[in-house]
């Protein structure tokens, strides 16, 4: 009967792990940014080493809320090397608690003076939100990359598709051009022209499969996925430019403000400028004397009449500060915190740049994208399709139908980059003001 049981849930293990692994392809093979977010989540490996320094963060924090310990010293004196003599004692007693020995025992205790724990504490926490927005800013950043490889993969995925369409209308063309050259109704040059565009369609071809090929292997690394990476299919497509509200784009001085506010790498530099001003206090701490309290029981037998065998004594210890009196470590700690000041400055200027940035490529991205859609792909598809009519009916050589169709697959590719475009720069404006979407 437990055998019967074992086997069962052996069985319900592997088929488990083998439902997990297929839906783990499925997923893969029906990439949506969603799924590729939730993979990245889990095993983006820059996002895995920002959580391991926020817990090493945390444990600092417990190690500098810890008082010094006490000290326990055992010891013993007055061994006589006489091997005659030895230790007797004088009464004739000879046991080991009645020999002539000075055994003692010594408590020493560390009393920390001028709040250093409690500036060690403060320094730790202002670490531990450091790290924390560390984190946050890590997973932005991150996103904001996973982004952009994942409209990289659409976008070899739509050249491909592109590509390969034209390869097709060319073989097609050709084998229609070599039954009418052997007709005599066209000339061999023109054929060698078709020839010649066809060829090069398929180097397009081939060179836009190494860029799907790149591009699922970038996006395989931010999802921890390298070695499936040729099974990734992106199935979502661009984002919509109706999405965006015209009036976020424009930030007030008010408003801007309130974003940089919030942005996590910000935050970070104002925690680590705190811990450097708590770790400034720490520095001139150290010219406050700490005290070293001790107590010592002593068991001395034997020192003669009326004089008692077990003794108390107690003592205190303080540093002189006669050669040194930290003078580095205030002047580092000094250096540490003007650093800390300028790291927020320029953490601050470079998100204003960021912001500026992304705004200005928003904007054009959406200009390009809308003029693509509006416009220029439909005029050239006209365009083509009544060079093709005028072809078949002779009204036009060889030659300005390749042109025109040349025209179409350089606009059609022009447009797949236009729309790549505006989905990176819309992913990076979202990032620069930091939206809920990259938190």
Same mark, same amino acid.
């Given at each position: 009967?437990?055998?019967?049981?074992?086997?069962?849930?052996?069985?319900?293990?592997?088929?488990?792990?083998?439902?997990?692994?297929?839906?783990?392809?499925?997923?893969?093979?029906?990439? =949506?940014? !969603?799924? %590729?977010?939730?993979?990245? +989540? &889990?095993?983006?490996?820059?996002?895995? @080493?920002?959580? /391991?320094?926020?817990?090493s963060?945390q444990t600092?924090?417990v190690?500098?809320?810890?008082?010094?310990?006490?000290?326990?010293?055992?010891?013993?004196?007055?061994?006589?090397?006489?091997?005659?003599?030895?230790?007797?004692?004088?009464?004739? =007693?000879? !046991?080991? %608690?009645?020999?002539?020995? +000075? &055994?003692?025992?010594?408590?020493?205790? @560390?009393f920390? /003076?001028?709040?250093?724990?409690?500036?060690?504490?403060?320094s730790?926490?202002?670490?531990?939100?450091?790290?924390?927005?560390?984190?946050?800013?890590?997973?932005?950043?991150?996103?904001l990359?996973?982004?952009?490889?994942?409209?990289?993969?659409?976008?070899s995925?739509?050249?491909?598709k592109?590509?390969?369409?034209?390869?097709a209308?060319?073989?097609?063309?050709?084998?229609?051009?070599?039954?009418?050259?052997?007709?005599?109704?066209?000339?061999?040059?023109?054929?060698?022209?078709?020839?010649?565009?066809?060829?090069?369609?398929?180097?397009?071809?081939?060179?836009?499969?190494?860029?799907?090929?790149?591009?699922?292997?970038?996006?395989?690394?931010?999802?921890?996925?390298?070695?499936e990476?040729?099974?990734?299919?992106?199935?979502?497509?661009?984002?919509?430019?109706?999405?965006?509200?015209?009036?976020?784009?424009?930030?007030?001085?008010?408003?801007?403000?309130?974003?940089?506010?919030?942005?996590?790498d910000?935050?970070?530099?104002?925690?680590?400028?705190?811990?450097?001003?708590?770790?400034?206090?720490?520095?001139?701490?150290?010219?406050?004397?700490?005290?070293n309290?001790?107590?010592?029981?002593?068991?001395?037998?034997?020192?003669?009449?009326?004089?008692?065998?077990?003794?108390?004594?107690?003592?205190?210890?303080?540093?002189?500060?006669?050669?040194?009196?930290?003078?580095?470590?205030?002047?580092?700690?000094?250096?540490?915190?003007?650093?800390?000041?300028?790291?927020?400055?320029?953490?601050?200027?470079?998100?204003?740049?960021?912001?500026?940035?992304?705004?200005?490529?928003?904007?054009?991205?959406?200009?390009?994208?809308?003029?693509?859609?509006?416009?220029?792909?439909?005029?050239?598809?006209?365009?083509?399709?009544?060079?093709?009519?005028?072809?078949?009916?002779?009204?036009?050589?060889?030659?300005?139908?390749?042109?025109?169709?040349?025209?179409?697959?350089?606009?059609?590719?022009?447009?797949?980059?236009?729309?790549?475009?505006?989905?990176?720069?819309?992913?990076?404006?979202?990032?620069?003001?930091?939206?809920?979407?990259?938190?």
């Amino acid at each position: 009967m437990k055998f019967r049981a074992l086997t069962y849930l052996a069985m319900l293990i592997v088929t488990t792990f083998a439902n997990l692994v297929y839906a783990d392809d499925a997923t893969l093979e029906h990439l =949506s940014f !969603s799924d %590729a977010n939730t993979l990245f +989540s &889990s095993n983006n490996r820059e996002l895995l @080493l920002a959580k /391991r320094m926020l817990e090493s963060a945390q444990t600092g924090a417990v190690i500098a809320a810890q008082k010094p310990n006490p000290v326990l010293s055992l010891g013993i004196s007055n061994l006589n090397i006489n091997r005659g003599q030895g230790n007797a004692n004088p009464n004739g =007693s000879n !046991s080991l %608690a009645d020999k002539t020995l +000075s &055994s003692s025992v010594q408590i020493n205790q @560390l009393f920390e /003076r001028g709040d250093k724990r409690e500036i060690r504490m403060a320094s730790a926490e202002n670490g531990i939100k450091a790290s924390s927005y560390d984190l946050k800013d890590t997973r932005r950043q991150q996103t904001l990359t996973l982004a952009y490889a994942y409209y990289d993969l659409v976008l070899s995925q739509e050249t491909e598709k592109i590509q390969t369409s034209n390869v097709a209308l060319y073989e097609s063309t050709l084998k229609a051009a070599e039954l009418r050259l052997k007709a005599g109704d066209i000339s061999a040059s023109d054929v060698a022209r078709i020839r010649v565009d066809a060829l090069r369609v398929k180097n397009d071809l081939r060179q836009a499969n190494a860029n799907r090929q790149k591009a699922q292997a970038n996006i395989a690394y931010l999802m921890g996925k390298e070695n499936e990476a040729n099974k990734i299919i992106a199935i979502d497509y661009w984002p919509s430019t109706n999405q965006i509200n015209p009036s976020v784009l424009n930030l007030a001085p008010l408003n801007l403000e309130a974003k940089l506010n919030q942005r996590a790498d910000i935050l970070a530099a104002e925690a680590r400028t705190q811990q450097a001003e708590e770790n400034r206090r720490f520095a001139n701490s150290l010219k406050t004397r700490d005290l070293n309290i001790g107590v010592q029981y002593q068991h001395f037998p034997g020192q003669g009449p009326g004089v008692g065998e077990n003794t108390v004594g107690a003592y205190v210890s303080i540093p002189l500060f006669t050669n040194y009196q930290y003078q580095g470590e205030v002047a580092r700690s000094e250096v540490d915190y003007v650093t800390a000041m300028e790291a927020k400055a320029q953490a601050r200027a470079t998100a204003i740049g960021e912001i500026t940035r992304s705004k200005a490529d928003l904007d054009a991205a959406v200009d390009k994208v809308q003029r693509f859609e509006q416009q220029m792909l439909g005029e050239a598809q006209k365009a083509t399709d009544a060079a093709e009519f005028a072809y078949q009916h002779g009204a036009i050589g060889v030659t300005d139908l390749l042109d025109s169709r040349r025209v179409l697959r350089a606009l059609q590719l022009e447009s797949a980059s236009a729309h790549a475009d505006y989905a990176k720069a819309f992913a990076a404006w979202q990032a620069a003001i930091n939206t809920e979407e990259n938190q």
